[in-house]
């Protein structure tokens, strides 16, 4: 009598390790090509441009000598401070006026107003302008000889005589201010409305039945609700408004006398009308300090917002 031999367990499948790639290796491959791209376009030049800044070089000569920190001490022992301060003041004024102007109008547009699709749209005309044409309108009316505002102030009797506001000390930095805010404010205006929808209204029902006028609800209820996306507006608006070149260089070109100058003005004129890139990139690395910490500040702000 025979026996049937047991069944045979089949071997187990052999793992193929032979070829393949771990997960991490993949997901490298993967953001190669981003990553080389990084490198190329913003790594490189910016690497570049900060060692430049340690030679004298001129763009008229070929060549270049290593002259250490003198480009940099040339600044800091100069011009640096003033234009830090005209800077700042251009980039403060071209905050927070476009910022109270901005938020006066979402507070007006968030109260139901009759119309106010319409004027939210209509508001929102001087943002969608490239900001050169904006400069070369407002350089029409600023202008001494047939500007629209000296023909308003003369007509009403405000002025005498016409007024070169681009050509003066005292005014050049107000009319670049003032450009900067036209064209900034609707930006603002939207950002702080969406914050301002946000707001239940059952608080300030609530406030009313309590008694609490108009001023006393703003205060209590809307400012507390609405500051962390005021913070951020007014944080993004000073960075930018720290790095704006076009307003002011289509109008005043950083004069008269250099009353208008900024940062990105200075590192332009250095560089393409000075040619001297040693001096210009040295520049625009004591620039690029100030905005990191600016950068800095908006991330740690971002950062809280986000754990609220």
């Known amino acids: 009598m025979s026996t049937a031999a047991p069944p045979q367990k089949a071997p187990p499948p052999r793992e193929q390790t032979g ?11 993967l953001a190669a090509p981003g990553l080389a ?30 002259v250490g920190l003198d480009n940099f001490a040339y600044w800091l022992d100069g011009d640096f401070l003033t234009i830090l301060e005209q ?39 001087p943002w969608v302008i490239p900001g050169v044409v904006v400069s070369f309108l407002w350089m029409w009316i600023f202008n001494a000889n047939y500007g629209v505002l000296n023909g308003l102030l003369m007509e009403t009797g405000i002025l005498d ?19 900067k ?76 006398a250099g009353t208008t100058e900024t940062f990105a003005t200075a590192v332009y004129q250095t560089a393409f009308k000075g040619f001297d890139i040693g001096r210009a990139t040295a520049l ?6 100030l905005l990191l910490l600016l950068v800095a500040v908006y991330l740690r702000i971002t950062e809280r917002k986000g754990d609220a």
């Not at 990084?38 to 290593?66: K, M, N, V, W």
């Not at 005589?161 to 450009?179: D, F, N």
């Not at 914050?195 to 039945?209: F, I």
Request: hydrophobic share 55%; charged share 10%.
């Open 19 to 29: 070829g393949r790639l771990s997960n991490g290796a993949f997901a490298l491959l």
């Open 87 to 125: 800077t700042l003041t251009f980039t403060v004024g071209a905050t927070l006026v476009p910022f109270v102007i901005g938020f006066a109008l979402a507070l007006a547009l968030n109260t139901g107003l009759k119309g106010s699709g319409f004027l939210r749209g209509l508001f929102l005309f």
């Open 161 to 179: 005589e016409s007024v070169a506001w681009l050509g003066r000390p005292g005014t050049a930095m107000l009319a670049v201010i003032v450009t």
């Open 284 to 289: 625009g690395g004591l620039w690029m300090l």
């Open 37 to 66: 791209l990084f490198a190329a376009i913003i790594c490189y030049p910016l690497l570049s441009a900060l060692f430049t800044g340690f030679f004298r070089q001129d763009l008229r000569l070929p060549g270049r000598e290593f």
């Open 181 to 256: 805010t036209w064209a900034s404010f609707p930006w603002m205006m939207v950002m702080l409305l969406a914050g301002l929808q946000t707001v239940p209204k059952e608080l300030h029902e609530a406030a009313s039945m309590d008694g609490a006028g108009s001023i006393r609800r703003f205060f209590a209820v809307t400012w507390p609700q609405v500051r962390g996306v005021a913070s951020i507006v007014l944080l993004l608006e000073f960075i930018w408004n720290f790095q704006h070149f076009d307003t002011i260089y289509v109008l005043t070109g950083g004069g008269p």
